[in-house]
């Protein structure tokens, strides 16, 4: 492809997993089977949330999740989709989901003996669809603790986000795009609807060395601690950007997840402004595991927590923590 007399290569994700496979001497592509199997299903999810206001996949279903969380239809859809694809890769022995209360075992065929157990909230901010904002998906993925060919325990799935083999996200929007890193290095890749393929469209992934916008949700202002009040009346010389779900203004912008009071799941956003695709956030998306903020470090973003949140191991497959992460100096 050439664009005003220069040339293009487009890379696709499959490529660049096979590209990036050759980069670790004892792969054997159990793992980037698995990326491609979740690419499969970020696209299946797609197609299904362009259309959502003309098909029956609005509105609640009735239940509610492991947040305490009403469920909504499309979160249904995007869990069945992506555990669908999962369990079809054969390299998955396991998933724990935001929108299960307990943990699914493939306990089944090739499965079984995966040596990888999979996290995910599958539709964060599914609410906001229905006023066209934009959801994502955040995943998390391990290496399985218990013996290959047994069924998956807990234990496999509570690990500290230090033995992380991957993280990312994919934002639906105006644009579809999957964001993921396996420790070396932070890469973004675009939806192109004419091919149906995720290509590269940013490449090595930096936080900035500095920032000047935050972003909150001032309406919990009461409830956030006074340090953090302190910082927000520092920062007030500047203007505010909102964002309602986690992944997104961490997408935009890098920056701060700190929930003031975890129990009663208010969550705060502190982030500085960014310009360009080498400045843009790849933070970790979810400190509460399963997706721990150990995403930003291959961005070169520093983060850290009340108990540093990266190397703690979880209690529960829901555990949460404050966290803080996003450029070197604010």
Known sequence: MSIHGRSYRVITLNEFIIERQADFLHAKGELSRLLHHLGVAAKIVNKKINKAGLVDILGRAGDVNVQGEEVQKLDVFANEQFIAALRASGECCGIASEEDQTITVFDEGLSRDGRYVFCMD????????????????????????????????????????????????????????????????????????????????????????????????????????????????????????????????????????FPPQPAQG?????????????????????????????????AAGP???????????????????????GPGTW
């Open 303 to 325: 983060a850290t927590g009340l108990a540093a949140s990266w190397s703690a191991s979880p209690w529960t497959c829901m555990s949460g923590c404050r966290s803080l992460w």
């Open 266 to 298: 208010r969550d705060l956003h502190l982030s500085p402004h960014w310009r360009g695709a080498q400045g843009q956030a790849a933070s970790g998306l979810r400190v509460q595991p399963p997706s721990p903020s150990w995403q930003s470090r291959p």
């Open 122 to 257: 599958p539709l964060d901010g599914s609410s906001n669809i229905e006023v066209n904002v934009s959801v994502g998906t955040i995943f998390s993925i391990y290496r399985r603790r218990s013996e290959p060919g047994t069924p998956a325990q807990l234990e496999d799935f509570l690990q500290p986000g230090t033995a992380q083999v991957a993280a990312g996200y994919v934002i639906y929007g105006s644009s579809t795009m999957l964001v993921y890193t396996t420790g070396n290095g932070v890469n973004g890749f675009t939806l192109d609807p004419s091919i149906g393929e995720f290509c590269l469209s940013h490449p090595d992934i930096k936080t900035p060395t500095s920032g000047r916008i935050y972003s909150l949700n001032e309406g919990n202002h009461v409830h956030f601690p006074e340090g953090v009040k302190a910082y927000i009346r520092h920062c007030q010389k500047d203007d505010p950007a909102t964002g309602p779900s986690l992944h997104l203004p961490l997408h935009r912008l890098p920056g701060l997840r």
